[in-house]
């Protein structure tokens, strides 16, 4: 093994990188030549962000280029060029994008030109990029009837040549769904969303699918495959971080990089409750009414956030299985013996559903995907934790972190620091934001995370007891003007 080998697999500081391609290929020629006209910007390059996000279909970012040589023109560029990125942190897992797997990057947009240094010689601008997937969605078009599972017609849109055509990988989770649409005329993404719309999990009582692209490739799966894994386990955190002093040193004074690997830069929690947005939502009760048009029927299905809370998979476990009562929103009584959740009236849901339109083909029932959606999309939306934390290349939106948080009440100097019962534990990835910095060859991530559970139950509300309220009487406002 060479000595650049060994040096590619050895991490020498948290934040450490390794670039090892930063390619811009051109829409024409090369003079003289068949190939494409190709720049190393990699020594021009002075950061790179790449960010992949669960609620987006493909990963995009931006590169700032201190640009001496004016590729701009020579390329020139365009928004019709390609990038090849190869970047990862040394031992881990690799984040490559390369003209020979047919997986590079499209740059779509140049900004910010600038000129930098006394001579007015060299700009700075920013390269923006995405995936080729988002340009074969802007100029493609769905017209087809698809049969059979969902799953199925998803890696078809994404596969062929005649859609999205994408050479990366497709990780999909199982539906438990056998029935036809017909796609009617709409753009690959936007037809996909409907799919994930329509589909429920195979071995997980959840619906509501999610796509979406990481650095290793698309993924179809559902919210609940992410906290557990097989239908029967809690998936477990592939990084626990906890906020400890920096430069953590090891036995023999050398500083232990896992440690500083597991140290935040920075936290912070947005969205932590808001009560109201969460009841119109749905979140804690919703009803839906379905009507069967041809056989003239009308049926009523009601959510209970509290009741249903057991059936499902959450960011917190108990011994790797579900858990009853470790509820993020506690009950609390409002009226004397019902909760927030004994009202399913906050959210209604009115939609036509008429069975056998296919013959052997079968929608999915609503009932089996609005009620449930609804409330895990809510319960995902608020307490969300923020967190700026040194590079890893092997993390990706869509796994599970934990975060041990202090306390922050204050103890005797005899006394252990406990965790906070209720913002420590675990936490699922909904945002990664890489930042490459080539001058300061350092690599961070800004990531946002989000848990749906508690590791210590919260107390259960008081019963509101019956009493005798006095009412105000209504006055009318021209009586208090004649007093």
């Given at each position: 093994m060479a000595a650049s080998d060994n040096q590619d697999n050895i991490i020498n500081y948290a934040g450490d990188f390794r670039l090892k391609t930063c390619n811009i290929i051109s829409f024409r020629k090369a003079e003289g030549s068949e190939k494409a006209f190709r720049v190393n910007i990699q020594p021009q390059t002075m950061n790179i962000t790449l960010v992949e996000d669960v609620t987006m279909p493909c990963i995009n970012g931006s590169i700032d280029v201190a640009d001496g040589q004016d590729f701009r023109?020579?390329?020139?560029?365009?928004?019709?060029?390609?990038?090849?990125?190869?970047?990862?942190?040394?031992?881990?897992?690799?984040?490559?994008?390369?003209?020979?797997?047919?997986?590079?990057?499209?740059?779509?947009?140049?900004?910010?030109?600038?000129?930098?240094?006394?001579?007015?010689?060299?700009?700075?601008?920013?390269?923006?990029?995405?995936?080729?997937?988002?340009?074969?969605?802007?100029?493609?078009?769905?017209?087809?009837?698809?049969?059979?599972?969902?799953?199925?017609?998803?890696?078809?849109?994404?596969?062929?040549?005649?859609?999205?055509?994408?050479?990366k990988s497709l990780v999909v989770e199982p539906t438990a769904t056998n029935t036809k649409f017909v796609i009617p005329n709409l753009k690959p993404f936007r037809a996909i969303k409907f799919l994930a719309d329509q589909s429920v999990a195979k071995n997980y009582l959840n619906a509501g699918y999610l796509f979406y692209e990481d650095t290793q490739g698309f993924n179809f799966r559902s919210f609940e495959s992410m906290f557990a894994k097989g239908g029967h386990t809690a998936r477990p955190v592939i990084e626990a971080y906890a906020m400890q002093p920096a430069k953590v040193r090891t036995p023999d004074k050398n500083i232990d990089v896992v440690k500083d690997l597991q140290s935040p830069d920075s936290y912070s929690f947005v969205d932590v409750v808001n009560t109201l947005e969460e009841i119109n939502n749905g979140l804690f009760a919703n009803r839906l009414v379905t009507n069967d048009i041809y056989n003239k029927k009308i049926s009523t299905y009601d959510y209970d956030y509290h009741d249903n809370f057991g059936n499902y998979f959450h960011t917190e476990h108990n011994d790797g299985g579900k858990v009853n009562e470790k509820y993020l929103r506690p009950l609390v009584f409002v009226d004397q013996d019902k909760a927030l959740s004994d009202y399913p009236l906050a959210k209604l849901m009115n939609v036509v559903d008429t069975k056998k339109v296919h013959n052997d083909y079968e929608f999915t029932p609503p009932e089996n995907i609005l009620p449930h959606k609804v409330t895990q999309r809510a319960q995902l939306a608020n307490f969300h934790l923020i967190m700026t934390v040194p590079g890893q290349t092997r993390l990706n939106v869509g796994n599970m972190i934990s975060f041990a948080l202090p306390d922050q009440r204050p103890v005797a100097h005899d006394q252990a620091q406990t965790l906070n019962p209720y913002y420590s534990g675990r936490y699922l990835i909904l945002s990664i934001k890489h930042k490459f910095d080539m001058i300061a060859q350092k690599h961070t991530i800004n990531l946002r995370a989000v848990k749906d559970s508690v590791p210590t139950q919260m107390p259960d509300g008081l019963e509101v007891l019956e009493k005798e309220e006095s009412k105000l009487e209504t006055v009318s406002l021209y009586d208090l003007d004649d007093v």
């Open positions: 023109t020579m390329l020139p560029l365009t928004g019709n060029e390609r990038l090849e990125l190869h970047v990862f942190t040394p031992g881990q897992r690799e984040i490559k994008y390369m003209e020979v797997t047919g997986t590079t990057l499209n740059v779509y947009k140049v900004d910010k030109i600038r000129i930098s240094g006394g001579t007015a010689r060299q700009q700075i601008y920013r390269v923006h990029f995405t995936s080729k997937e988002a340009i074969r969605n802007g100029i493609t078009r769905i017209s087809k009837a698809f049969t059979g599972p969902i799953e199925n017609m998803v890696n078809e849109i994404v596969k062929d040549d005649k859609f999205l055509a994408s050479r």
